[in-house]
């Protein structure tokens, strides 16, 4: 069986990302915005592919630089008061059409040099040397990022009040969690896809909720169980012939129903 | 010891959710050190009025001063000033934090060494040592009050508000926080809320009868008296063999 490097490198830099993520969203409730990630970025995606046709540039930085107003507007609602249920099903709403007007105008108008399943079903087995030092570095970024930010975002989720008196800028936060969730969903959708993306952010932080004794513990077993299922899920979808992001989504299951059976 | 002006002074508060109206033009002014006691039935407006105080919430009309300073809807302002212990219910218990970890991250932009030593002193001062380590879902409501308290006294502020500590809490576990709260009030100036006015009516220096709005004010020999009493509960209040009982 043979492992090239550069699949052991963006699914464990993807995992290590995912898996820092996730304690934050579970601390600040996220999760309906996290669910809803993978929508935008397929739509942010297709829209990068199209303006780096017609304008030049990368796509990738164009799926990132369009996909920001979309959480940033998300958020606002939130702000004014609308719903966090109402929000996200207007947010969704507009993305699922979006991404389906928009990936049908690609296929019918550009001969697609990526080919667009790799998005949906995500594909690590594609990645060049380019896409694992990029995701090594979003990795390293969003780890040195996420636990500077750790204490302040579990403050925040125990008591929003408390922390607003004790000097956190809680609706800066709010967007600054949004953004950095929009930008690494992003960037990394072509690695884990669109299917199975919301399961990356949101099932490590459910293992470590059941496990960890500590915030310390929280961060450290969630990022560990995610690159565990990602190698893992790597190693298995080469032996059985499958896709590998569908075992990392299984391994993740699989470690969640152990950890409800033995944590405390 | 906190020294300097410890004072909460309100000037024609109005506040209101839609056409429910929790003040109409209320002022009252009251200063420290002490334990003042926001005295009010269940569902009176005691935590709007605690969260109006903070900066959480914007009036309709007036202005809140803590230590003379305007710091009316701005949290950033009025936390330089006062602290905060939310009731149980506003705390999330089902995540991950231990006791200390709870209590350092009121310290925010402090070095970690500073946030542990002023964390664990903290815990000392309301005498949850053995809490350091222990998750908050495995916390009872009492311990879990220290660890707030705790929370709120890091922060070092002259001015702490209380919003009723003693919901939830067994008998004995209400005597002891209230023996505390009246220690702590020794240098600071605590603001505590409550249905019952049983726990600390000895230790308060002053009482607020509250109840969609300030009904009175004033020493608990002054303000515990049937008349007042019966402003804020209505017909709750009864002379049984002499003595005043709160059926809240």
Known sequence: ?264 | MHKGEQSITVENLTFAYGEDVILSKNSFSVRGPGLITLLGPNGSGKTTFFKLLIGILKPLEGRVFLNGEDVTGDPFKAGVHASYVPQLSAVRRDLPLTGLEAVEAALQGKERAERRSRALEALRLVGAEDLVNRKLSAMSGGQLQRVLIARALVRDTPIVLMDEPFSGIDPRGRENLADLASELANDRLILLSTHDPVLTLNKSKTIVVFNRGVKAVGSPEDVYKLELLKAAYGSGVLIIEKCLHVLS
Not at chain 1, 23 to 42: E, G, N
Not at chain 1, 80 to 90: F, K
Not at chain 1, 128 to 137: K, P
Not at chain 1, 139 to 156: D, H, N, P, Q, Y
């Open chain 1, 1 to 264: 069986m043979y492992l090239d490097p550069r699949w052991v490198t963006v699914m464990v830099g993807s995992a290590a990302a995912f898996g820092a993520l996730s304690p934050l969203i579970h601390a600040r409730r996220f999760s309906f915005f996290a669910a809803s990630l993978p929508h935008s970025a397929l739509l942010s995606v297709a829209l990068g592919y199209v303006a780096s046709s017609t304008l030049g540039g990368h796509p990738a930085a164009w799926a990132i630089l369009v996909s920001l107003p979309f959480s940033s507007i998300l958020v606002h609602l939130i702000h004014r008061g609308v719903s966090e249920d109402n929000a996200t099903s207007v947010f969704v709403a507009f993305t699922v059409s979006g991404s389906v007007a928009v990936i049908h105008y690609v296929l019918t108008n550009y001969p697609a040099r990526v080919s667009l399943w790799s998005y949906i079903l995500g594909d690590p087995l594609l990645a060049s040397w380019e896409d694992a030092i990029l995701t090594a570095a979003i990795a390293s970024v969003t780890i040195f990022l996420s636990s500077k930010l750790l204490l302040k975002e579990m403050s925040i989720g125990l008591d929003s009040e408390f922390a607003a008196v004790s000097g956190i800028k809680v609706k800066f936060h709010n967007y600054l969690l949004a953004l950095m969730l929009t930008a690494v969903a992003v960037s990394l959708l072509r690695v884990v896809g669109f299917v199975v993306e919301h399961v990356a952010l949101l099932l490590p932080s459910a293992v470590a909720a059941q496990l960890a004794r500590s915030a310390r513990e929280f961060y450290i077993v969630s990022i560990l169980t995610s690159v565990l299922a990602s190698v893992g899920g790597l190693v298995l979808s080469v032996y059985l012939n499958v896709a590998p992001s569908a075992m990392l989504g299984f391994l993740l299951l699989l470690f969640y129903v152990v950890s409800l059976l033995t944590g405390g």
